[in-house]
């Protein structure tokens, strides 16, 4: 596939606040780098991330979306993330079998002790990205035929 | 009409030098409802937030968006310094501009395009912010503490000494708990009787508080401030308000083969029975399973000779109600059945005992009145091995895999004790590690060790077979010297790992607590608030959370009645205004949501609806209690009709803010 | 079957049991079979019908019907029964005022599959001996039987009835069906293939809402794509969310919820296979945590309203099958 290498993807990401957006926010106290596609938004439990939000975010415009939230075991609010894990499991899973690229959506746990790794993931990400180029299909996946 | 003001901070150069704070100003002030859009070298200070306060008031803001540091840092500092001039605090909004976007970019031009972007977002969500009021809610000012060992009864002396109504729920017919039967106490060595019977005897005559002896809590319902809880009193057939406690029945009852608890079944008591002489309350009891009376309807000797007519056949279990504002846990914990080990005969041989065994055939007031001797033959034991870390420290899955923790320092008491008491008897004590940390711990180890000549043999005991002689035969490895070992012992005494008390599963389901996969409570933050759970109202004390000895678990149980005093002082609790709500008229009554929230805080009633053509119609719908609420949002993903949204993170605030990235 | 199912329905509004019954009645043409409610034994006895068009499920209408003043009789084939169920468990219907009768299951007849064999002007429909006499105004014409089975009866999931007060015929077992034979098919296509096929099935829609309106998981007092807080209504036809992301976000609001009942394909007017949605949701449910199968309880969790702490990752889709 040809890569265009001037295409700068918009990437969303959905951030738990006690967890992965003070892992965000520790990778800038670090100075660590990640790319300035990544967009985060702030929600207070991963599990109140909508599937709604991610499928509005492909349609307006994003090409790849991104979850991250505390890991396993270490929600702020007990079993949020587990609900989360099985919500986008399934999410992820029905993307695929539509034929949307996988690379285009990922789940991460980032502590907020982990700006390494948050860092680490978005230039990744960014680069799975990168690779698909546009988001076409989840767009249009009702246009009509031409 | 939205009148949005825009605040974009240099943080010094921490953003400026990144960021074109300038162009972001100017962009934003292009976006739809802002009115007015501002740069200041440290928004934070006392002259930017000022700079932000005027602006509000001369432009008469409904809504400010701040484009600085974290949120995490600084929202709080506007929210308050918008609330001081009276613009709602929750209509301020903060674009994170500097972790999450001068921090970690080198270009200015793509820095400053993400900065304008992550403000236009910021303002899209301040559009569809609305005025939040935290709610208050009532404390009632009583406590109620779960479980009557020392840890209850230290946290309830304490919630009372403060000038709080305590109850203390204990399922048996004393309080007292682990404590009192022990017989003395590392590592002072002084008598456990002696300095609890004190504070039993402190409890239950103190008039703050109230003992609920034999009982149990069947239901809790409600939340911090205003939790309501059925506590069961079971039938103890006696007449609590007229029993004296004079123990003539106990006596008199010719049911006399029924295994003594107390004693750990090494003796045996009456079917009607006080635990031991120093209970709290001092009350008969008497144990249905054995009662001809209850069993059968002969006998009837413990009615005839009580003078004051306590004995009451008839009695059934009651339940009461009562209402709190916090709730302490303190069930405790019991040793490990010891089932599973077979090697270490156990289950067969009487001379095998675990160290709380050892501690009643040594206590005065145990089966033996004091003096150690083999519960087989009642003989003096000579030879005395001790087994470490039994069911501990196990990854085999028969045991735990934690370390119990007291077990080092009771086995060093138990041995120096012995050493003591008869110095002809040879102590053996195989660890694997000794473990004594705490205050004199170590030195009061290697006093048994240096002064005591107790020998401690770092190795595993393989196996523990009787012999027709009756000794026992300690088959060991000495890993130190690399020897196999065999010794003639008299006894064998377990240290057996400790578990939390059965009672407690069932316990964190109805108060909605967390607990971990070894059924101890779980603290709400391991380091920094030891003593609270997660749910709000509900704290930890002694061993339930974890393994603890008796300092540790009076100084835990002090601290859970501190956090529980701090909250029983408040007349009402402020909620965060940041939580769920449902609309009535969109929600199906599914219970998805109330399935999915960890805090039990929706419920559902059924009400009336005006209807087309002037009917109405009764509807089941979810209501979210605010107080409990935090706020977390499970529900509003697993509500199949967007019913339910949550304040401050609502879908559609977040849908703009996905637009305002995304277009 | 339909004498003996009129016959019990007119004894049981007799006796006072129930004051109404829900069954269905016939359209403009014999093969156009809706639901209908009856209050009197003449309205059974001139409109009622039950023959081998009768496929629509019932239990939707109860959601209303239980509401009303005094019970009403139900008949509920086999997958109805899990229909209804479900809506038992999520409170929506009152039990209580329902007395409900199970009665043999399919296999139904899809009219669509007689037309497809070039039969126009049908005016009547016999089945004997599993081949179909069907009158037209040009003549008659037969056709086997099972070339006419609809496609959910050719996909079984069972024959039992998971609730009933009686019982009409006998009760049958859970059938081993190849449901998910098409999900498979679809599954080991690439990504690109997979993403052809549902373009071209879901450019189709005309979003009539015939799928909403009749599935027995979609009962919402206001739906997600009528609420103009949800932040999915969005009416503007062109570049619009909700007209992009409808089928995603619906069968995502029945997942774990839909019993695979199969009426969504059934009525879609554009004959879009969105049962194959519903059941890619099922299949992955039963194999990543555990066999599942909505409305055959009324007292177990709804998985994606619970969870195992060593659930799997979603990176699982990574591992699977081809991109």
Request: proline fraction near 3%.
């Given at each position: 596939?040809?890569?265009?290498e001037?295409?700068e993807?918009?990437?969303?990401a959905?951030c738990?606040n006690?967890c992965?957006?003070?892992?965000a926010?520790?990778?800038g ?5 990640y790319p ?6 702030r929600?207070?439990?991963?599990c109140?991330?909508n599937p709604m939000?991610?499928l509005?975010?492909?349609q307006?415009?994003?090409d790849g979306?991104?979850l ?9 609010y007990?079993?949020?993330n587990y609900f989360?894990r099985?919500r986008?499991?399934?999410?992820y899973?029905?993307?695929?079998f539509l034929?949307?690229e996988?690379n285009?959506t990922r789940l991460?746990w980032?502590s907020?002790a ?19 180029g546009p988001?076409?299909r989840?767009?249009d996946l009702?246009?009509r035929?031409? | 009409m939205?009148r ?8 010094g150069?921490n ?7 300038k ?7 292009h976006?739809?409802?802002v009115v007015?859009?501002q740069?200041?070298?440290?928004m934070?200070?006392?002259?930017g937030q ?5 602006a509000i008031k001369?432009n008469n803001?409904t809504?400010v968006?701040?484009?600085?540091c ?8 506007f929210?308050?310094?918008?609330a001081?001039?009276?613009l709602?605090p929750?209509l301020?909004?903060i674009?994170n501009?500097?972790e ?5 970019h080198k270009?200015?031009a793509?820095?400053?395009d993400k900065?304008?972007?992550?403000g236009?977002a910021?303002v899209?969500?301040?559009h ?10 009532p404390?009632v000012k009583?406590a109620?503490v779960?479980?009557?060992?020392i840890?209850?009864i230290?946290?309830a002396?304490d ?11 204990e399922?048996?017919p004393t ?7 022990i017989?003395k106490t590392?590592?002072?060595?002084d008598?456990a009787?002696c300095?609890?019977t004190?504070?039993?005897?402190e409890?239950s005559?103190?008039?703050?508080i109230t003992i609920?002896?034999f009982?149990?809590v069947?239901d809790v319902?409600g939340f911090?401030?205003n939790?309501?809880v059925t506590?069961k009193?079971k ?13 003539l029945?106990t006596?008199k009852c010719?049911?006399?083969k029924?295994?003594?608890?107390f ?9 009607v029975?006080?635990p031991f002489?120093q209970a709290?309350p001092?009350v ?5 399973n054995?009662?001809m009376?209850?069993?059968?309807g ?7 000779v009580c ?11 009651k ?7 916090a709730i302490v846990?303190?069930t ?7 089932d599973k ?15 709380l065994e050892?501690?009643r055939?040594?206590?005065a007031?145990?089966p033996n009145?004091g ?6 033959d009642?003989?003096?034991?000579h030879?005395?091995?001790?087994v470490?870390?039994?069911g ?5 899955g028969k045991?735990?895999q934690?370390c119990?923790k007291?077990c080092?320092?009771?086995?060093a008491?138990h041995?120096m004790l012995?050493r003591?008491k008869y ?6 004590v195989?660890y694997i590690d ?5 205050k004199?711990?170590?030195e009061f180890?290697r006093?048994a060790?240096e ?5 401690y043999?770092?190795?595993?005991v393989g196996k523990?077979?009787p012999?027709a ?6 088959q060991a490895?000495?890993l130190?010297s690399?020897?196999q070992l065999h010794?003639d012992a008299?006894m064998?005494?377990l240290a057996?790992?400790?578990?939390p008390d059965?009672?407690?599963?069932p316990?964190?389901t ?10 101890f409570f779980?603290e709400?933050?391991p380091k ?8 709000a109202?509900?704290f930890?004390s ?6 603890k000895d008796?300092p540790e678990t009076?100084a ?7 956090k529980?005093i701090?909250?029983?002082c ?5 909620c965060?205004p940041c939580v769920a709500h ?5 929600c199906?009554g599914?219970?998805?949501c109330?399935?999915v929230?960890p805090?039990?805080a929706?419920t559902?009633q059924?009400?009336e609806?005006?209807m087309?053509?002037?009917t109405?119609?009764i509807r ?11 706020g977390c949002?499970?529900?509003?993903v697993?509500?199949p009709s967007g019913?339910m949204?949550l ?7 977040i ?6 990235i995304?277009? | 079957?339909?004498e ?5 329905a ?8 129930v004051?109404r019954v829900?069954?269905w009645k016939r359209?403009e043409f014999?093969?156009?079979i809706t639901p209908?409610?009856f209050?009197?034994?003449?309205e059974i ?12 499920n019932v239990s939707k209408?109860l959601?209303?019907?239980s ?5 009403i009789?139900?008949f509920l084939?086999?997958?109805?029964t899990?229909?209804f169920?479900?809506l038992v468990?999520?409170?929506?219907i ?10 043999p299951g ?5 009219i669509?599959?007689?037309?497809a064999?070039?039969i126009?002007?049908i005016?009547d429909?016999k089945?004997?001996?599993y081949t179909?006499?069907?009158k037209t ?8 039987f099972?070339?006419?089975i609809?496609?959910k009866?050719?996909d079984c999931?069972s ?6 007060d ?5 009760d049958g077992?859970?059938l081993e069906?190849n449901r ?11 990504a ?12 189709k829609?005309?979003r ?9 998981a979609?009962?919402c007092?206001?739906?997600?794509f009528?609420n103009?807080s949800?932040?999915v209504?969005n009416?503007?036809a062109a ?8 089928h ?5 609001h029945?997942?774990?919820?839909c019993?695979?009942c ?5 009525v879609?007017p554009?004959?879009?296979p969105?049962?194959?949605?519903n ?6 449910i039963n194999s990543l945590?555990?066999?599942?199968q909505?409305?055959a309880d009324?007292t ?5 309203n619970?969870?195992n702490?060593?659930d ?7 591992e699977?099958g081809?991109?």
């Open positions: 596939m040809q890569v265009n001037n295409f993807p918009v990437i969303v959905f738990c006690w992965s957006y003070a892992g926010d520790l990778s106290t670090n100075r660590l780098n300035a596609n990544v967009k985060i938004i929600v207070p439990c991963s109140r991330v939000f991610i509005r975010a492909f307006k415009g994003a979306v991104i991250c939230g505390c890991h396993p075991g270490d929600c702020h007990t079993s949020g989360t099985r986008i499991t399934l999410l899973s029905m993307l695929d034929g949307i996988r285009r991460e980032v907020a982990e700006g390494a790794k948050f860092a680490a993931v978005m230039n990744q990400f960014v680069a799975d990205v990168k690779k698909l988001n076409r989840l767009e009702r246009c035929k031409q | 939205q949005i003001g825009v605040f974009v901070c240099h943080c150069t953003i400026a030098a990144t960021v074109d704070v162009a972001v100003a100017e962009a934003l002030g976006e739809p409802g007015i859009s740069e200041y070298q440290y934070c200070s006392e002259s000022d700079l932000v306060k005027n001369e803001l809504g968006v701040v484009c600085s974290s949120p995490r840092m600084h929202e709080n500092t929210r308050k310094a918008a001081s001039v009276g709602n929750y301020v909004e674009a501009i500097r999450q976007c001068s921090w970690i270009d200015i793509s820095a400053t900065a304008i972007i992550l236009k910021a899209a969500k301040v569809l912010n609305a005025p939040l009021t935290a709610g208050e809610s404390v009583r109620l779960i479980g009557g060992g840890a209850g230290q946290t002396l919630i009372a000494e403060a000038g709080f109504e305590v109850d203390i729920v399922k048996e309080i007292g708990g682990k404590m009192a039967q017989d590392f590592p002072t060595l008598c009787a300095i609890l004190p504070k039993m005897v409890a005559q103190n008039e703050k609920h002896s009982s149990e069947s319902k911090v401030g939790f309501t506590i009193k039938a103890r057939f006696v007449d609590e308000t007229k029993c004296t406690g004079c123990g029945c006596e010719p049911m006399k029924v295994p003594n608890e004693n750990m079944g090494l003796d045996n008591r009456r079917a029975y006080i002489a709290v001092k008969a009891t008497i144990d249905p054995y009662c009376m209850l069993k059968n002969k006998c009837g000797i413990c009615s005839k003078s004051v007519g306590a004995i009451d056949y008839k009695q059934t279990d339940f009461i109600e009562q209402k709190y504002g846990v303190a405790g914990f019991n040793p490990i059945k010891l080990y077979d090697e270490f005969a156990y289950s067969y041989c009487p001379d095998v005992v675990t160290s050892l501690e055939l040594m206590n007031a145990g009145g003096t150690l001797l083999r519960p087989s009642k003989t003096h034991p030879t005395i091995v001790f470490q870390c039994v501990s420290r196990c990854d085999d045991g735990k934690y119990s007291i080092c320092m009771y086995t008491k041995a012995i003591e110095p002809d008897t040879e102590v053996y195989f000794v473990r004594t940390p705490g004199n711990f170590d180890y006093r060790v002064q005591y000549d107790v020998h043999i770092k190795g595993m523990v077979t012999k002689d009756g000794k026992i035969d300690v490895s000495d130190i690399n020897e010794i008299d064998v005494v057996a790992a400790i578990e059965k009672t407690a599963r316990l964190a109805m108060l909605t607590t967390q607990m971990d996969t070894n059924d779980t709400a933050h920094l608030r030891p003593v609270e759970s997660a749910t109202g509900i930890l002694g061993a339930c959370q974890g393994p008796i009076v835990q149980a002090s601290a859970a009645a501190a529980a701090g909250l029983l408040k007349n009402s609790i402020t965060n449902s609309d009535e008229l969109m199906n599914c219970s998805a109330e399935k929230c805090y039990g929706i559902y059924d009400k609806f005006r087309p053509n002037r109405t119609a089941r719908v979810a209501s979210v209690n605010p107080a409990v609420c935090q949002g499970a529900c509003t697993a509500c019913a949204d304040n401050g993170f609502s879908n559609s605030q849908m703009a803010e996905v637009d305002a995304c277009k | 079957m339909q003996t199912i009129i016959k019990r007119k004894e049981l509004l007799a006796d006072g049991t004051n829900i069954g359209g014999v093969y156009d209908a409610v209050e009197t034994a003449e006895d001139a409109e009622f019908v039950f023959d081998d068009f009768t496929q629509a209408y959601i209303k019907e509401r009303k003043e005094g019970k009789l139900a084939k086999p997958c109805d899990y229909s169920n479900q468990k999520e409170h929506r009152n039990r209580e005022n329902v007395y409900v009768i199970g009665i399919g296999p139904k007849l899809d669509e599959k007689i037309k064999k070039g126009t002007g005016l429909v089945n004997e001996n179909l006499k069907i105004l040009y003549g008659e014409e037969t056709m086997p099972y070339e006419a609809s496609g009866c050719a999931k024959k039992k009835h998971v609730v009933y009686e019982l009409i015929g006998e077992d859970v069906s998910f034979d098409m999900v498979e098919k679809l599954e080991n296509m690439t690109q293939e997979r993403y052809d096929f549902w373009r071209g099935e879901l450019s829609c005309i009539c809402n015939a799928c909403r309106n009749v599935c027995p979609c009962t007092e206001n739906c997600v009528d103009p949800s932040g209504s009416k503007a570049d619009s969310f909700e007209e992009n992301m409808f995603i976000i619906r069968a995502f029945v997942a774990g919820r019993t695979d199969g009426e969504c394909s059934r879609c554009q004959n879009i969105l049962h194959l949605l059941r890619k949701f099922i299949k992955d945590y555990g066999e599942y909505a409305g009324t177990s969790k709804a998985p994606l619970d969870y702490t060593d799997c990752e979603p990176s699982i889709v990574h699977r081809v991109e």
